[in-house]
């Protein structure tokens, strides 16, 4: 393992590239080190009067893996990621419309639904349409040793004894999702969940550092 003070407070290089896809309202493509997610955007749609919400937006994700076949950690995977986009939309200013979010696994080595999560919210920056604020997602291990990793590796996240996910928004670094794998005492949760609060501020620079690349094209 490598030594906690540098593996705990750095996170992943991140690389990303907006307007990926020509024929969408707005993607992107990040790498979270190896681990590389796609997403796309289109909407505000009509949609089925059936599906229609006469108060906000209706958000449809779709997650695609690199196999192609669904599984039930996939449908998981998607409600993580509607919830968590869907209050930071502002689907009120867009009743009876739909917004679809499509996201494609590329590569996975670890923390793949962090990388999904903030790459949803690059392609959603990238679309236009408006959010209350943008959403960070950071993830925790604990090893056997009783160590806290931020951003695992695979055989990090394969050999841990507990997973910690918190996504927090732009703001006031509020906690907008949280959930976990494994057992762990509540001081871990508690020291978890300060490192990730702190590790987010990377993740919002890198978000301002690339909307200013794009600013002046978009």
Do not use: W
């Amino acid at each position: 393992m490598e030594n906690e003070d540098e593996n705990n407070f750095k996170l992943r290089p991140m690389k990303c590239e907006l307007n990926y896809l020509s024929k969408s309202d707005g993607s992107a493509i990040l790498a979270q080190g190896e681990t590389v997610v796609l997403v796309s955007v289109n909407g505000p749609l009509d949609i089925k009067s059936t599906s229609q919400s006469i108060e906000k937006a209706t958000l449809e994700v779709l997650f695609c893996t690199k196999g192609g076949k669904p599984s039930v950690a996939d449908r998981f995977k998607e409600n993580i990621i509607r919830q968590t986009c869907e209050t930071a939309i502002l689907g009120c200013l867009y009743p009876r419309t739909g917004i679809s979010l499509t996201i494609q696994e590329l590569e996975d080595f670890g923390g793949l639904l962090t990388c999904t999560i903030n790459c949803a919210c690059l392609a959603l920056l990238n679309s236009g349409i408006a959010m209350r604020h943008m959403v960070a997602a950071v993830c925790c291990a604990v090893s056997e040793e009783g160590n806290l990793v931020l951003e695992p590796s695979y055989t990090q996240v394969q050999s841990a004894t507990a997973l910690l996910y918190f996504v927090f928004d732009s703001r006031e670094r509020n906690l907008v999702t949280g959930f976990t794998e494994g057992s762990f005492s509540e001081n871990t949760y508690e020291e978890a969940l300060a490192r990730c609060r702190l590790a987010s501020d990377v993740v919002f620079d890198f978000y301002r550092d690339i909307v200013k690349q794009y600013s002046d094209v978009i």
